[in-house]
Each structure stands twice: as structure tokens, then as C-alpha cells.
């Protein structure tokens, strides 16, 4: 595992979490970070469980026709990034 890898998760889930960025900003340094396609192992099924979130989150409004498991908004968003960070200081 890529310690220096899973710790830039870390890091970037505890500013989102402690509000230091936008959940927009958040979706973009995430996705930034997944694509350098390191090998998490260990961290992996942590990590991509949080990538579906930041691929389903929308910062629009949801319309009485969307469906709810295809769209999260930001406090789903904030769940999954907690539940991620709490399975990454575990693997350390």
C-alpha cells in the first residue's frame, strides 16, 4: 500500500469535512487524485466506495422525478467522506 498516497485521501476528506473546501472543490481534487491510479490495496474498496458517492453527488436541487439512489446531495456526500476516513486511519 501507498502510504503517501492513502494519506493525501486523508487529508483531502479532512478539509472537506472540516469545511476548509466546497463539496464542488472536494468532487474535482478527488477525481484529480483517484486518476493518478496508484495501488491502494488495503484501502482500495475504502476508497472506491467514496469514488461512487463523488460520482453520484450534485450540488442541484433534486426534482420529485429524480431517483434518490441515483443522485446524493452534500450531507450524503459528507457521510460517505467520514465513513472513508474513519476506514483510512484504521489501515495506518
Not at 474535482?28 to 495501488?39: A, C, G, I, S
Amino acid at each position: 500500500m501507498n502510504i503517501e498516497y492513502v494519506q493525501s485521501f486523508i487529508e483531502l476528506i479532512e478539509k472537506f469535512l472540516a469545511k476548509s473546501i466546497t463539496a464542488l472543490e472536494f468532487e474535482k481534487q478527488f477525481l484529480t487524485l483517484w486518476h493518478k491510479d496508484e495501488r491502494l490495496l488495503e484501502a482500495y474498496n475504502s476508497v472506491e466506495n467514496l469514488f461512487f458517492s463523488v460520482d453520484q453527488f450534485t450540488d442541484l436541487p433534486l426534482e420529485p422525478e429524480d431517483d434518490p439512489d441515483d443522485y446524493i446531495n452534500e450531507d450524503r456526500l459528507r457521510e460517505s467522506a467520514a465513513k472513508t476516513l474513519e476506514e483510512l486511519r484504521a489501515l495506518k
